[in-house]
């Protein structure tokens, strides 16, 4: 996906899907692109220690070659978050008005929860003569649906995606109009939702997963077993009414 209105003199944004941990799932494209350009952009929020994202692709990379530009911001402030993401934009808009091409990382795809939206969002609005491109990537959902060897949704069936569990009238509410419901970001929220679904009617109806297609991954299918220990924030649960 590329910008009608971009120039010759500008460099191209990367939104790049770097999937979600295995590095044998980095699609072809992705790769090629990676090994190509000269600055890798990576997200990191102020408390971690690390790039989630730039961990699973870091052994592709010549670091001798190419720049790691770091672009941090808080979890818990929305407005210093939404400023980082601005301030951001504006670095990147100046490496790409050199000419530099440009890749942003994120772990899974960058179109679905991704941090790579509020760049992208910064850059069409105040620099639109700047060509982008999108490389999509393997999801989390799809990753740890196939760890779990359960299909999302058959024909006629509907998937609904979220975030997070804010209360039993949400999960309800979601329960009520589609046939599968994937959880995201579980790790805070995963014993609410578990009194949820026995309320609903939905016992032995999820499947955790935690760090799917990687050496820490986890499928866990009795989730009364699960303690606050087993969580993790790249975890996702998976409830089929149909299980």
Not at 230 to 240: A, E, G, Q, T, V
Request: proline fraction near 5%; aromatic fraction near 6%; charge should be negative.
């Amino acid at each position: 996906m590329t910008s009608s209105q971009s120039s010759t003199s500008n460099g191209c944004l990367y939104g790049v899907g770097v999937g979600p941990g295995d590095p044998e799932l980095l699609t072809l494209k992705a790769l090629h692109l990676l090994q190509r350009v000269p600055v890798i952009c990576v997200p990191q929020s102020e408390t971690s220690r690390d790039s989630y994202a730039l961990s699973i692709v870091r052994g592709f990379l010549d670091l001798g070659r190419q720049e790691i530009l770091r672009v941090t911001f808080p979890t818990d402030d929305a407005e210093g978050a939404a400023r980082s993401w601005r301030d951001a934009a504006e670095v990147l808009a100046g490496r790409l008005q050199q000419g530099q091409d440009v890749a942003f990382i994120t772990e899974g795809d960058p179109m679905l929860f991704s941090t790579f939206s509020y760049v992208l969002e910064s850059i069409r609005t105040n620099h639109p003569q700047i060509p982008v491109e999108i490389i999509p990537g393997v999801s989390s959902v799809m990753a740890a649906a196939a760890s779990a060897g359960v299909p999302l949704v058959t024909h006629g069936q509907r998937l609904a995606i979220l975030p997070a569990v804010y209360g039993i009238d949400d999960l309800r509410e979601a329960i009520a109009s589609y046939d599968t419901i994937v959880l995201m970001k579980v790790n805070r929220t995963l014993l609410q939702a578990l009194a949820s679904l026995e309320r609903l009617g939905l016992a032995g109806k999820g499947i955790y997963v935690r760090r799917a297609s990687t050496a820490r991954e986890r499928v866990v299918r009795d989730l009364t077993q699960l303690t606050e220990e087993d969580l993790d924030y790249f975890s996702l649960l998976i409830i089929r009414k149909g299980e």
